[in-house]
């Protein structure tokens, strides 16, 4: 993800509208954002987050309206512009605009367009007339690629909290880095892959094992060969599991 824009308005720290340029900061490839206590810098980290995802890990678990709307506002406007690869590698832009309104519902928009594209090539990403977690979600997994959790542990990660990727427990920083490299799904289609093709193979035991109790009078050569494919079968079973 590269950030092209934010603006913000009646958002947290910011009373009155401000938009920063990421385009100009970016060509430095590192910048520092500075500034006296309290003059709003985690605020700018806030604002990305809550702009994807319509939470922010400082108010974890409190999504009052009053958290994130300046007191002396009525309304908070956070309007973030990034850019993403997709599948065939094009730079895709994305604007996600959320107004949160005191007295109101919030209200969310999401536009794309690729990046050769012209500015008036902007159209509706996220359809409009859904409830805002359907949005959430589907910016979530349409567009980031990356839950709410792992994104504030790797790509922005919130004051204080970096110490959680380091002391993760081995399985979380597994599900997180499998996360990151979009190995998840892959691994999850194995898992359903493999969990088939054991209830075929556990019936196809049951059904030999069925056979074998009909069949206790037979010879006892066309015995021993139904034994020994229920034992392949059997050993079949205990590999997969």
């Known amino acids: 993800m590269i950030p092209v824009r934010i603006r913000l308005s009646g958002f947290m720290s910011y009373k009155d509208e401000v938009e920063i340029d990421f385009a100009k900061v970016l060509q430095t490839k590192v910048f520092l954002i500075q500034g006296p206590t309290g003059a709003g810098k985690s605020s700018i980290m806030d604002a990305i987050i809550f702009s994807l995802y319509g939470k922010t890990p400082r108010f974890e678990g409190d999504r009052r309206k009053s958290n994130f709307i300046n007191y002396q506002s009525d309304r908070a406007i956070v309007e973030f512009e990034f850019k993403i690869k997709d599948v ?5 832009r994305y604007i996600i605009k959320r107004i ?3 007295f109101d519902t919030q209200q969310v928009e999401v536009k794309s367009k690729y990046d050769d594209e012209e500015e008036g090539s902007w159209r509706t990403t996220v359809g409009k007339n859904i409830k805002v977690e359907e949005i959430n979600k ?3 997994e349409n567009i980031i690629g990356l839950s709410y959790d792992v994104f504030t542990k790797t790509v922005v990660l919130p004051q204080g909290r970096f110490a959680e990727l380091l002391h993760a427990k081995p ?3 597994s599900d997180i880095l499998l996360q990151i490299y979009g190995f ?3 691994f999850q289609k ?3 892959k493999s969990s088939e093709e054991l209830k075929i193979l556990k019936a196809e035991k ?3 094992e069925l056979e074998l109790k009909e069949l206790e009078d037979t010879t006892p050569q066309k015995l021993e060969e139904l034994k020994k494919e229920a034992k392949r079968i059997e050993n079949e079973i205990y590999e997969k599991e």
């Open 190 to 192: 194995i898992k359903e």
């Open 184 to 186: 998840s799904e892959l």
């Open 88 to 92: 065939s590698q094009r730079y895709k």
């Open 206 to 208: 049951e059904k030999i």
């Open 138 to 140: 589907k910016i979530e």
């Open 171 to 173: 399985k979380e920083r």
């Open 100 to 102: 949160l309104d005191r």
